[in-house]
């Protein structure tokens, strides 16, 4: 029937509105996003899986960790780079690497806590276990996300000159925030430069004597979140009237924090509350910070 | 595993866009409501791809989704047009489809069963089993429906012809 031939052809002729690559992508970013938050749930339980399952572990992961950081020459050359800063434990380059394919730059950048006192009682093995794990888990998924871009730009016509020029990379880094004789700690941040949605940011913070990460509630008491919640109100009040710029409660501003709040602790040993970019203030305050004095 | 079939349906997605839009926009003849259709049966595919099991069946569950928005676009629709102007009804035809073709306006006058069995058989190119799949039918009625509505449209193009 050459009349369904024709027809079909005029089917294969249906226009495709610029619009729809933009709204099934918007589908997709929404449900990724949401996928990363239920992944990041799962995480949190399989971290304390781990935590459970330390003593029996501990041996392997220390023969694991002791190979990988005695073959690589990276170690030894940014532990050379490293002063030691008194205290029982420091922070160490466990591994860096940089890597190029497809015009897509991913630098990476694993900590790793290196406990100098070797009799303290205490491991970090777990700890450090789940850092690897979850550096190498972003970096991969942040690849593929890169990758999917990469496809979708060329497949709706992008030349591969053009995608070069978007001189996408991947980081994975971190800062140590204090690395003192009581606590050790540090963040550990993942971003792509050519979206938001993604960017994750991880605070460790390390009490030296118990080796274990340390909850607001350890640092505040048990009134922690009335506290905090108390002082951040004053302390957002007093920076509008200095002219800054908050979300309203409405606007999914501020409405208090909760035991996944981020944070991590200065020089004084005080906690300092970390908000991300966006999520109590517009883009353009960038990640807001609030000490709580005890 | 779970996430690579999650990634997969994102690429099969990706990949299929345009045609998941054809396939909306010759239900619908509306440029708006296709573009509607593919929004929403990508936001549910995302929320149910749990429900995958294999990626194979991936294309057939899609476009399961992608025909029940279509219809339910439709479906809205008719009740829309129920309560407006009948001359409305004709700012749904858009440009670049028009109705000149006479065996495209048989087409539109067939049952949307059959209308989406020849859809799919002849433009989106599936297998019958696949489109069993898709509609929910059984295979001879996927067969049936299709024999039986290709049989109306010669005799009535050859009724219109003479």
Redesign the interface.
Same mark, same amino acid.
Request: glycine fraction near 4%.
């Given at each position: =029937?050459s &009349? !369904?031939d &024709? =027809?079909?052809e &005029?089917?294969?002729? #249906?226009? #495709?509105?610029e %619009? !729809? +690559?933009i709204?099934?992508q *918007? %589908? #997709?970013l929404?449900? *990724?996003r949401q *996928?990363e938050e239920k992944d990041n749930a799962a995480h949190r339980n399989r971290f304390r899986r781990i935590i459970s399952n330390m003593a029996v572990t501990a041996a392997a992961v220390c023969i694991l960790f002791t190979a990988a950081l005695n073959t690589s020459p990276v170690f030894a050359v940014e532990a050379a780079k490293l002063p030691v800063i008194g205290g029982l434990a420091r922070i160490l380059t466990f591994r860096s690497y940089e890597t190029e394919k497809d015009d897509i730059v991913v630098a990476v950048e694993i900590p790793t806590i290196e406990m100098i006192e070797k009799d303290t009682g205490t491991s970090v093995d777990g700890i450090n276990q789940e850092i690897l794990a979850r550096c190498n888990e972003y970096a991969d998924s942040a690849v !593929?996300r890169a990758e999917?871009y990469r +496809?979708?730009f060329l497949?709706t016509g992008g030349t591969l000159e053009e995608w070069a020029k978007h001189n996408i990379k991947i980081t994975v880094s971190y800062e140590i925030k204090q690395q003192g004789n009581d606590y050790l700690s540090f963040v550990v941040r993942g971003t792509e430069n050519w979206t938001n949605a993604y960017n994750q940011s991880k605070y460790y913070n390390l009490d030296l004597r118990t080796g274990k990460l340390v909850t607001l509630e350890d640092m505040l008491g048990s009134d922690y979140a009335k506290l905090a919640d108390r002082s951040i109100r004053q302390q957002i009040s007093e920076r509008q009237n200095a002219g800054e710029t908050f979300f309203t409660a409405e606007q999914g501003g501020f409405t208090g924090i909760s035991e996944d709040t981020k944070f991590y602790i200065n020089q004084n040993n005080d906690p300092v509350i970390v908000f991300e970019k966006y999520e109590i203030a517009p883009g353009s305050s960038g990640e807001i910070e609030f000490v709580i004095e005890g | 595993m779970k996430s690579t079939l999650y990634e997969g349906l994102i690429q099969y997605i990706l990949e299929n866009q345009e045609r998941f839009y054809r396939v909306a926009y010759s239900y619908t003849r509306h440029q708006e409501d296709a573009l509607d259709a593919v929004q929403s049966a990508v936001c549910k595919a995302l929320e149910a791809h749990e429900s995958i099991k294999n990626a194979d069946a991936v294309k057939t569950w899609f476009y399961k989704i992608l025909i029940n928005e279509c219809l339910t676009v439709l479906k809205k629709r008719s009740r829309l047009v129920l309560t407006a102007d009948a001359a409305e009804q004709e700012t749904y035809c858009e440009k670049g489809y028009e109705q000149g073709d006479d065996l495209e306006q048989e087409l539109n006058k067939l049952d949307i069963d059959v209308q989406g069995i020849i859809k799919l058989r002849f433009f989106e190119e599936m297998s019958l089993k696949e489109i069993s799949a898709i509609t929910g039918f059984n295979l001879n009625t996927v067969k049936t429906k299709l024999y039986r509505g290709l049989k109306l449209l010669k005799e009535n193009i050859q009724e219109a012809d003479l």
């Open positions: =029937m &009349k !369904l &024709k =027809m079909k &005029k089917y294969d002729g #249906i226009p #495709i509105p %619009e !729809l +690559t709204r099934v *918007q %589908e #997709i929404r449900s *990724q *996928q !593929l999917e +496809t979708a497949e | -």
